[in-house]
């Protein structure tokens, strides 16, 4: 699949507007409430996609804190999960080119 194409689905998508995020570092929570997923969701893809995701930022009790960056590249992750109903397995493959 062409990049270009992908960021052009995902301009056209109905994945949640993220554009007017104004704080630096987002809890798992309120990432999750963005998407509409739970927790446990981003925490699977977390696992699944360790390389496209890079590094999530943790405090010492192990509480992820997603950036600006992070929530985008799972805007992708959802657009190719969710919305095109891609298996995990295709989604990496994807990732993979």
Same mark, same amino acid.
């Given at each position: 699949?062409?990049?270009?194409?992908l960021f052009k689905? #995902?301009?056209?998508?109905?994945?949640?507007h993220l554009s &007017? #995020?104004?704080?630096? %570092?987002y809890s798992i929570t309120e990432v999750a409430a963005m =998407?509409?997923?739970?927790a446990s969701m981003l925490r =699977?893809?977390?696992k699944e996609f360790p390389t496209f995701l890079g590094n999530i930022?943790?405090?010492?009790? &192990?509480? $992820?804190? %997603?950036?600006?960056?992070n929530i985008n590249n799972l805007k992708i992750i959802f657009h190719l999960v969710k919305e095109k109903k891609n298996d995990i397995g295709r989604s990496k493959r994807i =990732?993979? $080119?």
């Open positions: 699949m062409d990049q270009l194409s689905q #995902l301009e056209d998508s109905q994945t949640p &007017g #995020l104004a704080k630096v %570092y =998407f509409q997923v739970n =699977f893809w977390e930022k943790k405090n010492k009790k &192990g509480d $992820r804190y %997603y950036n600006i960056e =990732f993979e $080119r």
